[in-house]
């Protein structure tokens, strides 16, 4: 069962990412407020639904919350400011672009860049806790996977389709096989390697 906020009474924003560990296309990151009231039986840690779920949820957690913003960053500005910074980048960004301003910021993780103003109390595993990380988890998730859909019609080789640009064994033959894309971040790992295989 997720529990409903942190600090009763106080604007919590839950925050959460979703694309640090991929090969290819750009990071997302969420922030939303529910209200206090908020329940869905099947809301929970992206990673633990289904897409159609997830699909489910979407426009719920949209038509339901107080407020909420997806923002991303693309692989070029990965590979200029590395993805971690990229990722604080992406939930700083979504969290300015809330029609209403929390109180107390909820993230998702064990480290977190301040944002101006704003408490914030980092939660290890918390889109598994609180419901409001638990809804960025899944608005973060569908988004980008939905861009990967899009970049994959462009570029079907890597099936992006299928991997969302993460590190599978088909993603990591097709790079070895093809190269990489405009879309691979090029610091990371193999697409470092294939890069300066050229």
Known sequence: ????YFRKGVIEAGCDEAGRGCLAGPVFAAAVILPADFYHPLLNDSKQVTEEHRDELRPI???DALAWAVEMIDQIEIDKINILNASFKAMHNAIGKLKIKPELLLI??????AYFGIMHQCVVKGDAKFASIAAASILAKTYRDEYMYKLHNEYPAYGWNENKGYATEKHRTQIAAFGIS???RKTFGICKEAENAE
């Not at 069962?1 to 409903?4: D, F, I, Q, R, T």
């Open 1 to 4: 069962m997720l529990e409903s």
């Open 61 to 63: 957690i949209e038509r």
């Open 108 to 113: 998702d993780g064990h480290i977190f860049p």
């Open 182 to 184: 405009p879309y691979h």
